[in-house]
């Protein structure tokens, strides 16, 4: 693929993304999936849906994973329910996350990603070591499907999370940076974020937000908005993202399942202002 190809978050039968048919109107030609329901992960349904996707022009690039039981319901519903921390969930998610990945195998995929859950900030603490622990495991079953992981940023700060990136110390745990989410749990300002763990960044969502007001950050949402009328800055980002040397897909993410119609649009909408952005700053 050329540089920096248009992307967007899709699902087959769950998850938040937009369905293939949406992005084939919107002719995108790339998705990282989310990925279905474990009663569609088999090798027909991949070959299916491969064979789908090529027929319509569309790269898959990323699998992201995701677990029945979480909710982002607000900050701290998510801490209690996402990702691979939890305790009570751990050991069955990180066995599911293996199938996952051996689903995104299936597929022919080199990447798959994942919202680890809040990385205690205690790295002396049980739960912070055994999180790395299950980690490693994780990755290794990954890597022997020769696959990197992703994790998605926002939960953590720029800082804890090369410190945790450091301590799993596995050369196939990278970074999907998404800067709305930097806004929306408030753990950073997105751009000085993008440039300290900018070494790990393997793909990214192309997502807005607004900030919650700052005696509520971090515990509080932010606002998710369509990409442009946000606090990120997409053309700082986009620029800070050449000036890395990301060539990556530019995967636009718009989290308002609710309303098909109206996330149809602004996906429409954002894929006209990446072009244009694109054209600019390539050429400069
Ligand atoms: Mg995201």
Redesign the pocket.
């Known amino acids: 693929m050329s540089q920096w190809p248009i992307g967007v978050f899709a699902s087959l039968d769950a998850g938040l993304g937009v369905h293939l048919d949406v992005v084939q109107e919107l002719n995108i030609p790339s998705i990282q999936l989310h990925t279905p329901r474990p009663e569609t992960r088999t090798q027909e349904s991949a070959d299916r849906f491969a064979a789908k996707c090529a027929d319509a022009g569309i790269t898959i690039t990323c699998m992201f994973g995701g677990f029945e039981g979480e909710s982002y319901a607000d900050i701290a519903t998510c801490v209690r329910t996402v990702g691979l921390v939890p305790p009570e969930t751990q050991q069955a998610r990180v066995q599911e996350f293996k199938e996952i990945s051996d689903f995104a195998r299936m597929l022919g995929l080199d990447a798959v990603g994942l919202h680890i859950g809040f990385v205690p900030e205690d790295v002396s603490s049980d739960s912070y070591h055994t999180l790395l622990d299950v980690t490693r495991d994780l990755l290794d079953h990954i890597g022997n499907n020769g696959q990197t992981l992703h994790l998605?940023t926002g939960q953590e700060s720029a800082d804890h999370l090369l410190e945790f990136i450091k301590s799993v110390d596995r050369d196939n745990l990278f970074i999907n940076f998404?800067p709305a989410?930097m806004i929306l749990y408030g753990t950073g300002e997105p751009i000085e974020a993008l440039k300290k763990v900018g070494r790990y960044v393997r793909s990214i969502?192309c997502?807005d937000a607004t900030w919650a007001p700052e005696d509520k950050r971090g515990e509080a949402w932010g606002q998710e908005v369509p990409l442009g009328d946000g606090d990120v800055g997409i053309k700082n980002y986009l620029q800070t993202l050449r000036d890395l040397g990301y060539d990556g897909p530019l995967t636009i993410?718009r989290e308002i399942p609710e309303d098909r119609d109206r996330q149809k649009a602004d996906i429409g909408q954002a894929v006209r202002l990446l072009e244009s952005l694109r054209s600019e700053i390539l050429a400069e």
Do not use: A, I, R, S
């Open positions: 998605e998404d989410n969502h997502k993410e």
